[in-house]
């Protein structure tokens, strides 16, 4: 097995349940690199909220966020690639979720938007560390969001899936946990991200093994030849 890349999750894969990284696998991974084997961070997180984790790992190849909606460089923290969910999908997403009463996160220009003051919003931004916005989302309308997040508990948003893949086309949606359904481009996914970094640096499926832990991970394991679910 000759391995020259290596995709990982963040949460539940990198990060442990106190949103930590180990020495052990800050060493290991240290030393891959030295080896001349390219490590990637593929995260359903933004960039800002998982930033300060690449700079303590040492990351510097492109890393994949909003579960392959956007893929930043960590070392000019440009964008160099995005595939945002249109405005007129934003409308429809925001009208369901205050029909449901149901949170919803947007996210423009790595930045985190909420219509809630206070509750599960603002729990989300100091878990993950993101800058966010209290707005009126009448404000959104017209524009862009890279994905959205429904945050709910799990028999609630494992209901409302099944209604949503009935009613909505062009989008695709995934839990990245099992009271966060997140909303993407149809198309959008990590695997398809793996698949565009690959290319990039000429490097096989075959040749590629990938660790994840959730539904998000899905396609990004079945792309690569050595795909591992944690424990």
Known sequence: MSIKAIFMDMDGTVLTSEHKVSDKLKNKLNELEEKGIKIFVATGRSYSGTKRYLELIGIKNPVITYNGGRIVNPLTDEVV???????????????????????????????????????????????????????????FIGKNSTKGLLLAPND?????????????????????????????????????AVRELLKQYGISADEAMAFGDQWNDLEMLKTVKYGYLMG
């Open 81 to 139: 690639y995005e595939n945002a969910i249109k405005p007129e999908i934003v409308e429809k997403i925001i009208k369901l979720a205050r029909e449901k009463d149901i949170h919803l996160n947007l996210y423009n220009e790595d930045k985190l938007y909420f219509e809630r003051n206070g509750g599960e919003g603002e729990k989300y931004a100091a878990k993950t560390g993101m800058p966010f916005e209290v707005v009126n989302f009448d404000d």
């Open 156 to 192: 609630k948003l494992l209901e409302l899936k099944e209604e949503l893949e009935k009613s909505f086309e062009g989008v695709y949606f995934v839990f990245s946990q099992p009271t966060y359904l997140e909303i993407l481009n149809e198309g959008v996914n990590k695997g398809g």
